[in-house]
T-cell receptor
Framework: DSGVTQTPKHLITATGQRVTLRCSPR?????VYWYQQSLDQGLQFLIQYYNGEERAKGNILERFSAQQFPDLHSELNLSSLELGDSALYFCASSGNFGQFFGPGTRLTVL | SQQGEEDPQALSIQEGENATMNCSYK?????LQWYRQNSGRGLVHLIL?????REKHSGRLRVTLDTSKKSSSLLITASRAADTASYFC??????????????FGKGITLSVRP
């Protein structure tokens, strides 16, 4: 158990819909990262927040947005979903000894 | 874009044998981390090695780093069937702090036959 929690574990939705994925970092970690894992793109960095502020952005689509709240939990919002958005979405938090990942949310868009 | 390139892409060994996996990267790094992923599940952090370190050990794992060759290797000794998984190397750029985004390789599929 990494100490990073993510909900929900699975999400099945239809094209055009909007979903919210939630993440709580390990106690004491200020940074939260979001990654997407798909068969064709592999593991891709989406966005990083540090203590409530956006720190870095990767190849995140404009239809996707994220935020980190004062209690340091983070949410990733995916809207106007397409079939190609089906993937595993991971959240991670980092400390002095590395970046630790949550169990992921498997998103299926039908 | 993929920073790390693992080699081989797939490895099949007998239980008890050692498994060696290699990772090469293109640009300078702050640190390199190895992860394990069982089929479709979460990423388990195995080990972090910093750019000023050459070797680290954790249980049956040994990681080396050669910054002059921009490469790292992960050795699993006395492998077990439970080591069957995908292994990824991931790098943090040298131009950023230690707590920055990871860039992953495509992964190595390790199969350990009982």
């Amino acid at each position: 158990d990494s100490g990073v929690t993510q909900t929900p574990k699975h999400l099945i939705t239809a094209t055009g819909q909007r979903v919210t994925l939630r993440c709580s970092p390990r106690s004491g970690d200020l940074s939260v990262y979001w990654y997407q894992q798909s068969l064709d793109q592999g593991l891709q960095f989406l966005i990083q927040y540090y203590n409530g502020e956006e720190r870095a952005k990767g190849n995140i689509l404009e239809r996707f947005s994220a935020q980190q709240f004062p209690d340091l939990h983070s949410e990733l919002n995916l809207s106007s979903l397409e079939l190609g958005d089906s993937a595993l979405y991971f959240c991670a938090s980092s400390g002095n000894f590395g970046q630790f990942f949550g169990p992921g949310t498997r998103l299926t868009v039908l | 874009s993929q920073q790390g390139e693992e080699d081989p892409q797939a490895l099949s060994i007998q239980e008890g044998e050692n498994a060696t996996m290699n990772c090469s990267y293109k640009t300078s790094i702050n640190n390199l981390q190895w992860y394990r992923q069982n089929s479709g599940r979460g990423l388990v952090h195995l080990i972090l090695i910093r750019s000023n370190e050459r070797e680290k050990h954790s249980g049956r794992l040994r990681v080396t780093l050669d910054t002059s060759k921009k490469s790292s290797s992960l050795l699993i000794t006395a492998s077990r069937a439970a080591d069957t998984a995908s292994y990824f190397c991931a790098t943090v750029p040298g131009t950023t702090g230690a707590n920055s985004k990871l860039t992953f390789g495509k992964g190595i599929t390790l199969s350990v036959r009982p």
